[in-house]
Nanobody, 122 residues
Framework: EVQLVESGGGWVQPGGSLRLSCAAS????????MTWVRQAPGKGLEWVAS????????TYVDSVKGRFGISRDNAKNTVYLQMNSLGPEDTAAYYC???????????????WGQGTQVTVSS
């Protein structure tokens, strides 16, 4: 059974940091590209970042460049999203996904987790 389980969300004050984790099982993790997307309250899905199979190539939406970092540990079947300098605009449910092509079109990813909530407020 394919599973992606996100963790690490929570409440943080503006300017703070969080590290999200996504543990994968049931499929060959190292053969898949990984992504993070988010959905803010009342809004649609927004692609955030993607990482290739080796972890050497990463891409980000402009709004998080320089603040967020995506990484992966293929030995642990886990992908991470380090989020720094968080602002209220980052409040959203964050989902990790797996696919074959590293791109910003979240429709091309076919395995998804249940999400973890991130709330940024004072």
């Amino acid at each position: 059974e394919v599973q992606l389980v996100e963790s690490g969300g929570g409440w943080v004050q503006p300017g703070g940091s969080l590290r999200l984790s996504c543990a994968a099982s049931g499929f060959p993790f190292s053969l898949h590209v990984m992504t993070w997307v988010r959905q803010a309250p009342g809004k649609g899905l927004e692609w955030v970042a993607s990482i290739d199979r080796s972890g050497r190539s990463t891409t980000y939406v402009d709004s998080v460049k320089g603040r967020f970092g995506i990484s992966r540990d293929n030995a642990k079947n886990t992908v991470y999203l380090q989020m720094n300098s968080l602002g209220p605009e980052d409040t959203a449910a964050y989902y990790c996904g797996a696919g074959h092509d590293a791109n910003s079109n979240y429709a091309t990813y076919f395995y998804w987790g249940q999400g973890t909530q991130v709330t940024v407020s004072s």
